[in-house]
T-cell receptor, first 111, second 111 residues
Framework: AQSVTQLDSQVPVFEEAPVELRCNYS??????LFWYVQYPNQGLQLLLK??????LVKGINGFEAEFNKSQTSFHLRKPSVHISDTAEYFC?????????FGTGTSLTVIP | DAMVIQNPRYQVTQFGKPVTLSCSQT?????MYWYQQKSSQAPKLLFH???????NEADTPDNFQSRRPNTSFCFLDIRSPGLGDAAMYLC??????????FGPGTRLTVT
């Protein structure tokens, strides 16, 4: 069963424009949610996480995400992107004591 | 700084020649993971150690083995690398089942 779905495999966006990367999960039990970023030839770096509490989570590099339980979503947003945000972004979920990655979204920022 | 270290960053091996990749951590986390990541794909879990307990994913080929001699170190052994094993190999750690911290990865080339 697909636990994490990233609907967009590639997202091109112009520099200084806003961006939203979508992530949906499937679980009937409580979840922990994460967004990771991967730059070329590097490991994954944690952008932000939702464990509990406020549904709006702020992370590094100006990114934020909102946990929406009714829509089972955890979309990642940034109001104004930079060239340096060009990277692969992975949504991940822990549910039922298992860790699942989404398939990733390649964000390309166009000058 | 506490971190996850992988050596080497780039490894070239010949077809069929055994190769070992190493990972060390200063986070004192009890869980260590090995992932294989091919181009434009999400990381694929090969196996993980929960303390000394080894957990193999069902579809991990027998060609891949792992050792964890102590809390800090974990090794990935590829007994007879094939061309299809060329990939980025990522090591990660976590405290129990939780947020994972990744190393920078080892890029394996098979000639």
């Amino acid at each position: 069963a697909q636990s994490v779905t990233q609907l967009d495999s590639q997202v091109p966006v112009f520099e200084e424009a806003p961006v939203e990367l979508r992530c949906n999960y499937s679980s009937s039990v409580s979840v922990y949610l994460f967004w990771y970023v991967q730059y070329p030839n590097q490991g994954l770096q944690l952008l932000l996480k939702y464990l509990s509490g406020s549904t709006l989570v702020k992370g590094i590099n100006g990114f934020e995400a909102e946990f929406n339980k009714s829509q089972t979503s955890f979309h990642l947003r940034k109001p104004s992107v930079h060239i340096s945000d060009t990277a692969e972004y992975f949504c991940a979920v822990i549910t039922g004591n298992q860790f699942y990655f989404g398939t990733g979204t390649s964000l390309t920022v166009i000058p | 700084d506490a971190m996850v270290i992988q050596n080497p960053r780039y490894q070239v091996t010949q077809f069929g020649k055994p190769v070992t990749l190493s990972c060390s951590q200063t986070l004192n986390h009890n869980v260590m993971y090995w992932y294989q990541q091919k181009s434009s794909q999400a990381p694929k879990l090969l196996f993980h150690y929960y303390d000394k307990d080894f957990n193999n994913e069902a579809d991990t080929p027998d060609n891949f083995q792992s050792r964890r001699p102590n809390t800090s170190f974990c090794f990935l052994d590829i007994r007879s690398p094939g061309l299809g094993d060329a990939a980025m190999y990522l090591c990660a750690t976590s405290r129990a089942v939780g947020e994972q911290y990744f190393g920078p990865g080892t890029r394996l080339t098979v000639t």
